[in-house]
């Protein structure tokens, strides 16, 4: 293992089970990372969960941001702890949507801020096909149009940082009519750039510098760069769209790096190179954390040696800081954290009541022993509902 340092960090990693392995434990406490993204896999419990946030933090010289995928419908990575919530594309299909859309945000908010979670990578504003929703992306939007998008995404996240918890919106330029699962593979774009900007770019534009980050996504856009080029190491995208189309000036987050759009395209030292110097300010790896003290001090080496890059990792530095004040900003001027596990349960349980009430008529084909009202506060499955 590489020699440990203290300097300032840029990378998001992710941990590997409910508890910390001692490799683990080494590696956070050596090299104190930016952020720690938490998946599924992360988590069992309540008690579980906060000890796990709790460790994560105490044992860093610098406790990092905590980040999780928390969306609702089918990304719902807390789904066994609080009754699961709607899909975001449900808001737009019964009555009272802009008001659905923030209640969902500040229910996701106050749920994250009683883990300690400072960061939902959230909303989805991508504007979905009128045709179809490509896979990977399913349900995952507000709607179809961009005019709508920006109206319940604006909602949703200011339900989240009402709360206290911070928002990143994903993912840009905007996949919503991506050929394919950027997990799995390349997806393709084929769209003009000016179309792009005239309907895609829109709610970044509009979002993008309230919300504060902006995670790039692993789309190819064969009419702006290289065919072959995922968003995240090209710099027309990463910098010249995201910077003078949308005038954003806060932070860029890539997508996982892992993901086999971009992991396949070289060593996890040269990728990084590349998205730092397309644009990209944080950058994240959520599976393989033995690679981090390397990939760490590759990137510290780097930026004392070599001019430009040095100049664009402080630049990242800045912007990433930045972020970090105003993710305390919102915890201070937002809603206190919830008093217990119970009333936290109780406010989605409203919530979730009232959802369902502003629902379209349709046929109950779930059994009464599949439904989310058998969830009683603090114990017990959660039911999984017909809108994901």
Sequence with gaps: MAESHTAPDILGIGITGKSLTDLERRIISDTSPYAIVLFGRNIEGEAQLRELVRECKAIAKRPPLMMIDEEGGRVDRIRNLIPGLPSVQAFDEGEQPVEMSQWAGKVIGMALRYFDIEIDLAPVVDVRSPDYAPKGLERRTFGDNPARVIELARAFMRGL???????????????????????????????????????????????????????????????????????????????????????????????????HAVSDLGAYEEISERALMAGNDVILYCSHIERVPDLQQHIAERARTDEAFGARFREAVQRAERYRAHCERLRAEGMPPAKSFDVLIEEAVTFVEAFEKTRPAYDDYLGDDRRRNNRKPGTGKTGREEWT
């Design 161 to 259: 940082h009402g709360a206290g918890v911070a928002s990143c919106l994903k993912h840009f330029p905007g996949i919503g009519r991506g050929s394919a699962d950027p997990h799995y593979g390349a997806t393709v774009i084929d769209a003009p750039r000016d179309e792009l900007i005239a309907r895609d770019l829109v709610p970044f534009a509009q979002l993008g510098n309230e919300a504060g980050a902006i995670m790039i996504g692993h789309g190819t856009y064969p009419r702006i760069d290289d065919p072959d080029l995922p968003a995240t190491l090209s710099r027309k995208i990463s910098n010249d769209l995201l910077r003078n189309e949308t005038a954003f000036a806060g932070v860029a987050v890539t997508d996982d790096m892992e993901m």
